[in-house]
C-alpha cells in the first residue's frame, strides 16, 4: 500500500523558517520525481518546488532563494525548507510523488505564517 505523509507544518511569525518533511512508502522513491504544492483558502493548489530523480529542482518564482526542496533517496523522503516565511505563504503544503502513469499525493500538511 502507498502512503505519502507531510510532516513539520505549523505556525511562524513573519521572517520566520519551517522544515517539512513528506515520506513515501509502497514505491521505489528513487524513481519518482517529487513536487511540493500549496493551496491557499479559496485558491487552486498551485506548483511550489519540484525535484527529479536527479536532484534537478526548480521552483515557483515567489518562493525562489526562500525554499529549497531536496530528497533523501536512503529514507524515502522528500524536504521543504522555508526560509524568511511571508503571510502570503499561508496554505496547506501537500507532497506529490509521480512516475508515469502513478500520481500519489498526501494528505496535506498547514503552514500559517501570521504576527
Known sequence: QVQVVESGGGMVQPG???RLSCAA???TFRMYTMYWYY???GKQRELVA???TGGNSNYKDSVKDRFTISR???KNTVYLQM???KPEDTAVYYCNARFHPNNYWGQGTQVT???
Open 113 to 115: 505564517v501570521s504576527s
Open 39 to 41: 493551496q491557499a483558502p
Open 16 to 18: 520566520g523558517s519551517l
Open 72 to 74: 533523501d533517496n536512503a
Open 50 to 52: 519540484s525535484i527529479t
Open 83 to 85: 526560509n524568511n516565511l
Open 25 to 27: 512508502s509502497g514505491i
